[in-house]
């Protein structure tokens, strides 16, 4: 094993140095990653570059079936539910440890979730923990024996246990965060599949194998992560055969490898969401018929066709369609008809000022959002609309977008991923979460009856109640047009021909516990 560790580790490091090195070691995955991950602290991430390593090393008491965004046990093998929806009893499975050797139990589970949500927590201060909002509701994690957790919440919230299977929800071992405090996110210590071994800054993350993982050790020895921040460096390397793994091939490359037998190309639609947020709160976006205008105004199916090269699928409203049970698949989207909007816009009086939209040059599942703004913009400016873009890197842009747009910009770029279509109206399309209130809604859209139908979803733990309430509120939003709907992202990577047993997930991990590299 320390060989063979020791051999990754070796061809890691060459493999950095040189594009040019195409011998990967036998049993050991190279996975070329967009970016050095910021911390693999699962209470502390947000990155989804980042969840694509925790889930490997660390499991939560719930977890999302393999292919689906169900959920089915984990470290909790059982639970039940109170009649109100708001009392959760896990029992717990027996027998697990840490990789540190910490016993997994109910007093390791508490200690988890008060970390986050305890401001008088020992160790709250290794935080911050920016989506400990995922369990605002509960209001106690009590120890009931050693095997047995429960959670008591201050209402019922249907997307609770989807979000104990979300990263956030992963488990740490207590006594790693005792000896390492704020530090902890750079010594990992789970129940995962695999243990950590090294992290070097801006070159790999090694893991090996955990023999003793309760669900079958993983036939991998070894997984390199490593940081290659330029889409057309990956690209060049994972032709040469220094990886064996490339998450978000760009569009240009996809048919290269489609047609080179040394790779498999893989792809899935994912809870996924391009859209442009439109201010309704000030400048000719506060008028709902010009909304509607910019929604006919802009041909999406040659944006996703042309500019995304077909790896995505228009979008029809603001829940993605791989939330099959809650998507509303009557719904169609606005077509391309650039007569009607400026029709809509005659009739609107339109005065022909000019709109501000705020483009980003990069981040998180946005594309290709250079392209994507000029390309928007032409279309609108085909209708009469003089349409003046600025441009941010990723993290000014959403210095500027996160705050609301009022008194700066009609429309931006936006892209969300998430893990329950509770979480995108609920953070951006609420009255409730304006950014003043600490929510996401930048456009200021309010619709009384959409807050009404959010907030009873979040609250039954009936699914066909809760679909049933969903579709309401997407045949209202769609309407009212606060957003451009876009695109919804159909998730990519490449593999070696070697690589067997790889799958992506709707969730868009990177789930590496049956892959394997003979």
Sequence with gaps: MKTLLTAALAAASLLFASPSFSQTPPNVLIVGQIAEPKSLDPAADTAVNDFRILVNLYDGLVRYKDGTLEVEPSLATSWTISDDG??????????????????FNAEAVKFNFDRMLKEDHPYHDTGPFPLAFFFSTVSEVKVIDDMTVEFDLSAPYAPF????????????????????????????SGTGAFKFVEWASNEKVVVEKNPDYWDGAPPLEAVVYRPITDANTRVAEMLAGGLDVMVEVPPDNLAQFRDDASFKVYEQAGPHLWFLILNTKDGPFA??????????AINKQALVENVLQGTADVAAGPTPPAFAWAHDDSLEPYPYDPEK?????????????????????????????????????????????????ETYEW????????????????????AWMTNDPDTLPFLALRSEAFPDKG??????????????????????????????LYKEMQQIVHDDAPWVFVANWK????????????????????????????
């Design 287 to 296: 008028n709902k018929e010009i909304r509607q205008a910019a929604n006919y």
């Design 395 to 414: 993290n000014t842009f959403l210095g500027k977008v996160n705050p609301g747009l009022e008194g700066k910009a009609d429309m931006a770029e936006m």
């Design 341 to 389: 909007a400026k029709a809509m816009l005659k009739e609107a009086g339109y005065d022909g000022s000019e709109v501000t939209f705020y483009v980003t040059d990069g981040g998180s599942g946005m594309l290709n959002p250079t392209a994507m703004g000029t390309a928007i913009q032409a279309d609108l400016e085909a209708v009469g609309m003089k349409v003046k873009i």
């Design 161 to 188: 246990l989807s979000n104990l299977a979300y990263p956030t929800g992963l488990l740490i071992s207590p006594e790693a965060v005792k000896e390492y405090g704020k530090d902890v996110g750079r010594h990992p």
């Design 439 to 468: 929510g996401f809604n930048s456009g200021y859209y309010s619709n009384p009856k959409v807050d009404e139908l959010l907030e009873k979803a979040r609250q039954s733990t009936d699914q066909a109640e809760r679909a049933k």
């Design 86 to 103: 708001k009392v959760y009893t896990f029992k717990l499975r027996e027998g697990v440890t840490f990789h540190d050797g910490t016993p």
């Design 491 to 518: 998730q990519n990577a490449v593999t070696s021909a070697a690589v067997e047993n790889f799958k992506l997930q709707p969730s868009f991990f990177l789930m590496l516990q049956k892959v394997s590299k003979p």
